[in-house]
């Protein structure tokens, strides 16, 4: 059943679990990221891509410790008030507005993600999340 009253709050809640935070190589992050993360944490821009990240392509890409989370993740996100713009999205994506049965996979490993919503309201909400990004 389809209902604009349907909001973001309803289709994801945010359990600081963690599971998205595992895996090396996917959290690119942007200049703006960049300096809004290192004035959090307290050390200048080129410091923090020194000690936070590591390169793929060229791009800097936020680390991981030995356990194959982010090195931000510490029982939760560290720096969740100013986490890159790629965090932010989640899992408001775009795979998932050009093939909507992706929202329950992502549902498989996220604690997250509510799949009792139609496809309608679940690509409405990830359109109106990706605006304000």
């Known amino acids: 059943m389809k209902s604009n009253s349907v909001t973001k709050d309803d289709i ?3 359990t600081m679990c963690g599971e998205c935070c595992v895996g090396y190589g996917g959290t ?22 020194e000690k936070y990240c590591n390169l793929s392509a060229g791009k800097p890409v936020l680390a991981v410790d030995e356990d194959g989370k982010c090195v931000f993740f510490k029982n939760k996100c560290s720096i969740h008030p100013v986490k ?6 989640w899992p408001y994506i775009e795979g998932v507005l050009k093939e909507p049965s992706n929202w329950k996979l992502m549902a ?26």
């Open 84 to 89: 890159p713009r790629m965090c932010r999205a």
């Open 28 to 49: 690119y992050i942007t200049e703006d990221d960049i300096k809004r993360i290192a004035e959090f944490t307290k050390v200048d821009g080129t410091s923090f891509v």
């Open 108 to 133: 498989t490993a996220c604690e997250g993600i509510r799949t009792n919503f139609s496809d309608e309201d679940v690509v409405r909400c990830i359109l109106e999340e990706q605006k304000k990004l």
């Open 12 to 14: 994801f809640k945010c």
